[in-house]
């Protein structure tokens, strides 16, 4: 991860939502799921968990898109971008697309998911790789490695 200093500004392709990200991510990822694959357009999605308390849009009002279902899906309501992701029930985060920040370049996945459903062209160089979801219980500690290895 860069050691540039937050915030980190960012939004949407049209610029008519924009994003201020005042907390570090605690975990980055990558999805290989079908779904993720249809909504983003590409082979997998990227995320990076920032803490709720991090995130804020600072201008305009994203919409849900996608599956209206337990994962609230936001999108620019003008260009559609996907922008970020509020998983139901773990509102102590927000799973944000980090191509969506003025400058995503220090982004790498730390874990890829649902590799049971890769297209077989897929690499993400990710350290960690789960055929479906991490168990719960390894996320402390895949958070904790994470970010020891993100403040070296």
Known sequence: MSKQDL????????????????????LTMACHCTGCQKMS????????????????????EPVVGGLHGGARHYFCPYCMTW????????????????????DPRWFTPFIETWTNEKLPFAQTGAVYSYEALPEMDAYEGLVKEYMARASA
């Open 7 to 26: 915030p980190w500004e960012g939004g949407c392709r049209c610029g008519q939502v924009r994003l201020k990200i005042t907390a570090k991510p605690l």
């Open 41 to 60: 357009s590409s082979a997998y999605s990227l995320s990076a968990a920032i803490p709720a308390e991090g995130f804020e849009v600072t201008h305009g």
């Open 83 to 102: 922008m970020f992701t509020r998983p139901e029930g773990m509102d102590w985060f927000v799973n944000l697309r980090p191509t969506m920040l003025d």
